[in-house]
């Protein structure tokens, strides 16, 4: 279901500790799964991507994982840096185009 | 090449004004969603447009809220007598095409206040 009103839920990690920030999504036609990174006063900012015919994709520092059963999708970030201080969101896409359904948020805090 | 541009990027309006938001997609870029932010919470989808077509409005509020992309210049989100409850963050986001993977780009958003 959807947070109105509440505050996001915040991890807070030590820097060069490894981040793991997850997100159920709602909807089992999905097929389609994004990481996105907020940061104060910006828009979201593409992380990684990944298709619901795959349960693990890596890029740079990420790695994304997906549980088709359980409706769970993961955002694993390596060597947690200040940087990567922000909000992250997870958005899922069911449907024909590029509409997408976002996630509350995870605050994520890095402790120097 | 430039971003998402979106202006203004903060607009304070009273109660009962109108509100109108641009966003210039990228160069290119033919395909533009608008969605709205609550503090605090996830981005929420209002519309998907292409040039000169509004394809998906299923998230617009049906009364005050209006939104085109014509030819020639940038998508407009045009809300007409605000109240408070519109005060958010609009972002728009645009894409080369509609087919995965997804090519968003995001602009950094209008903050609109209304008092």
């Known amino acids: 279901g959807e947070s109105v009103g509440l505050h996001l839920p915040t991890l807070s990690v030590q820097e060069g500790d490894n981040s793991i920030i997850n997100c159920a999504y709602s909807n089992s036609a999905s097929d389609y799964f994004i990481w996105y990174k907020q940061e104060s006063g910006k828009g979201p900012q593409f992380i990684i991507d990944i298709r619901s015919n795959m349960d693990k994709r890596q890029g740079q520092r990420v790695t994304v994982l997906l549980n088709k059963t359980v409706k769970h999708l993961s955002l694993q970030i390596a060597a947690t840096q200040p940087g990567d201080s922000a909000v992250y969101f997870c958005a899922e896409k069911a449907g024909g185009y590029q509409k997408v359904t976002f996630g509350t948020g995870t605050k994520l805090q890095v402790i120097p | 090449n430039a971003g998402v541009m979106q202006n203004p990027r903060h607009l304070v309006r009273r109660r009962g004004q109108e509100a109108r938001l641009r966003c210039s997609p990228m160069k290119g870029h033919s395909h533009v969603y608008w969605y709205r932010q609550l503090p605090e919470e996830g981005l929420k989808f209002m519309v998907y447009?292409?040039?000169?077509?509004?394809?998906?409005e299923s998230g617009m509020p049906k009364e005050r809220f209006s939104a085109e992309f014509p030819k020639e210049g940038p998508s407009i989100l045009r809300i007409q007598q605000v109240v408070r409850g519109d005060s958010a963050a609009y972002f728009c986001?645009?894409?080369?095409?509609?087919?995965?993977?997804?090519?968003?780009?995001f602009g950094s958003g209008t903050r609109l206040t209304v008092v």
């Open positions: 447009l292409q040039k000169e077509n509004i394809i998906d």
């Open positions: 986001a645009s894409s080369p095409s509609d087919q995965l993977p997804i090519g968003y780009t």
